[in-house]
């Protein structure tokens, strides 16, 4: 499974909607694409998955476009618990490679 | 819903032991992945048991190794301690029969090794 880029760090503040976007260079034709976020010492929280177009659950929505070789992770109305970090992965039945992730520092 | 639990919570050990970290999976869930993550690094793939078979293995060496068990819980065992082995390992249970599974993390071991 491919690892994925995406910014190392992103500074928001509290109310404002986040973007996060990660390149899918080499996404598999039967990779899911899927975002977790992860407060220290803590495992990975699943946030949303998708294969392509949009999903959006209670807490994000995810963009995907046609040729999906990128997705954008969309945090409507961030407040400080949304500082973690985030990572993108190609989802593969159980299989995923993790890149470094994106840290998200919400200030008020 | 049982979540994914792990233990030990933290571990001291010293270069050249081995060591022993367990994993109990979500309920209904047949699949477990271990994944080392390094400070300020994201998490690595050691490998993942499928029904008490290896289905899948990343770049780690041979002294780390694994079980999985009936029941789905599942064991990471690392021989021959090195400085480096020092990480959070991370366990996580999914079910794999369809490639839409989402994996489900356990809280981590914490492992020093001096």
């Known amino acids: 499974l491919a690892k994925t880029t995406q910014p190392i760090s992103m500074d928001s503040y509290e109310g404002q909607e986040v973007n996060i976007t990660c390149s899918h260079n080499?996404?598999?034709?039967?990779?899911?694409i899927t975002w977790y976020q992860q407060f220290p010492s803590q495992g990975p929280r699943f946030i949303i998955q998708g294969y392509k177009t949009k999903v959006t659950n209670e807490v994000a929505s995810l963009f995907i476009p046609a040729d999906r070789k990128s997705s954008t992770l969309s945090l409507p109305r961030v407040s400080l618990s949304d500082t973690a970090v985030y990572y993108c992965l190609d989802t593969n039945a159980g299989k995923s490679t993790f890149g470094d992730g994106t840290t998200l520092t919400v200030k008020p | 819903e049982t979540g994914v639990t792990q233990s030990p919570t933290h571990l001291i050990k010293t270069r050249g032991q081995q060591v022993t970290l367990r994993c109990s999976s979500q309920?209904?869930?047949?699949?477990v992945s271990w994944y080392q993550q390094a400070l300020g690094q994201g998490p690595q793939f050691i490998f993942q048991y499928y029904r008490e078979e290896e289905n899948g293995r990343g770049n780690f060496p041979p002294r780390f190794s694994g079980l999985q068990f009936p029941n789905y819980s599942s064991e990471l065992n690392v021989n021959a301690l090195e400085l480096d082995d020092s990480a959070l390992y991370l366990c996580?249970?999914?079910?794999?029969?369809?490639?839409?599974?989402?994996?489900?993390f356990g809280p981590g071991t914490r492992l020093t090794v001096l």
């Open positions: 309920s209904g869930h047949n699949t």
């Open positions: 080499n996404i598999a034709t039967n990779d899911y």
């Open positions: 996580a249970s999914s079910l794999a029969d369809v490639l839409t599974d989402t994996q489900y």
